[in-house]
């Protein structure tokens, strides 16, 4: 089974910046995309961004241009770069990482890193 262990994150001031960071236990291969999901209190899981293995990458309207999503192929490794931090930004951090291989999909999800953003 394939885990996947996030880390960067914590208690930051507004307008500050953290670095995410997913790496997957072993090797993965034929990845479909990979990304971060975010969950507040209360609230439901909502995508953050994702990068897909032609590198197209897609975000919530409320982090583009503060977010960025990138990912290193030969390490199973994916970052999100979170500058300009908000207050609503406050949440848990899931990384997810889904694909297919020798005809079965799989989607592998983190445990979740929590992000404070303080005002």
């Known amino acids: 089974q394939v885990q996947l262990v996030e880390s960067g994150g914590g208690l930051v001031q507004a307008g500050g910046s953290l670095r995410l960071s997913c790496a997957a236990s072993?090797?993965?291969?034929?990845?479909?995309?990979m990304g971060w999901f975010r969950q507040a209190p209360g609230k439901q899981r909502e995508l953050v961004a994702t990068?897909?293995?032609?590198?197209?990458?897609n975000y919530a309207d409320s982090v583009k241009g503060r977010f960025t999503i990138s990912r290193d192929n030969a390490e199973n490794t994916v970052y999100l770069q979170m500058n300009s931090l908000k207050p609503e930004d406050s949440a848990v951090y899931y990384c997810n990482i889904r694909g297919d291989w020798l005809g079965r999909q799989y989607d592998y999800w983190g445990q979740g890193t929590q992000v404070t953003v303080s005002s």
């Open positions: 990068i897909t293995s032609g590198v197209i990458t």
């Open positions: 072993r090797r993965i291969f034929s990845i479909n995309a």
